[in-house]
């Protein structure tokens, strides 16, 4: 290996080949990848040639000294295992998320880093998303009023995961949004698991959650025939939708909302505590589109080079797991 690359993919599949994708545009270095299903890594080095370089087996990747950042985009199983090598080898470390199921495995990754001076980062992209942080800054103006519901749906037809439910899978990154816009305690009061196509392992769930008087439902699924990614918030204001699939107007707040209106007097004799409902415009709320992986994976280039904790931290990531597990 030459010694003009700096960071290495391990897991080249589905989500570490949209990983090298980005990471390609963002640098003009080579990139180092390793699969253990050789024909994945071979596929990249096919479509980027000499941009990338094709390791033998990771342990070549741990002991070249220019390599100095590491993603693991490989299964939960795994990242263990992987990362506590990597990490040992002293080097910046980014997992796809939700790095490991175990909250115990979890804690000895990040008490590794910390003594290896190092970064370790979990890929909860939605934090480096720009339509998120608009509505953290929608929420923290007050221009829905007082928030009394959330809806945030996640789905899709795959991909199936065989090791880990579909509320950790998917769900996580909705509780990773739910952290990040509202920084207070969530506390987990229910969990649906519906188990389809295998006995152990859910396909769809629904966790219900408060976050203090505040009532939220994730609903994960990737048994569903077409992609839904919805956020929805209902304020005594307004009303907010966050839908991806929305080619325009992914996000808009709607100027309408349901009351029961006080009962003070009798009207015509006759006691009416029917809701009214108040339907005023929509307006399309208008957010500069950005590539949020690519944010996320120059957040993480960049924390490692200043030796600084990320945004999506190792704390940040025990947090989500503690929550649903
Ligand atoms: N942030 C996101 O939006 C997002 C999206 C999709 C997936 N992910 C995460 O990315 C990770 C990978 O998901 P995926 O859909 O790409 O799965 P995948 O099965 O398509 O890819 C995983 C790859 O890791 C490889 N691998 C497994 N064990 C290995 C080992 N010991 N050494 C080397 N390679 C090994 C497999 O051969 C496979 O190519 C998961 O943790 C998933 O949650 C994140």
Partial sequence: MNNIHKTAVIGTGYWGSIIVNTLIRITKKKIVVYDKL???????????????????????ILRNKNIKNIILATHPSVNYKIGKKILTFKKNLFVEKPIVTDTKKLKELIK???????????GYIYMYNNYIKKIKSIIKNRELGKIKYIEIQRKNLGPIRNEIDAHVDLG????????????KKIKIKNLTK?????????DITTIDLSIGNLKCEIISSWLN???????????LKKMLLFDEMEVRNKLRIFNKYAYYPKITKFRNNYLSNKARIYKGKTENIFVRESDT???????????AQLNKQPLTNGDFCLDIIKIIS
């Fill in 38 to 60: 050789k024909e994945n890594s071979s596929l990249l080095k096919k479509k980027f040639k000499e941009k990338i370089l094709i390791a033998n087996n990771y342990n070549e």
């Fill in 194 to 202: 519906r188990n389809i196509l295998k006995k152990n392992i859910s």
């Fill in 293 to 303: 992986l690519k944010n996320e994976l120059k957040h993480f280039e960049k924390q």
């Fill in 112 to 122: 590794l880093a910390k003594q290896n001076n190092k970064i370790l980062m979990g």
């Fill in 225 to 235: 025939p077409a992609k839904e990614r919805k956020i929805l918030i209902i304020g």
């Fill in 172 to 183: 996580s990154h909705d509780i990773s949004i739910l952290k990040f816009l509202f920084n």
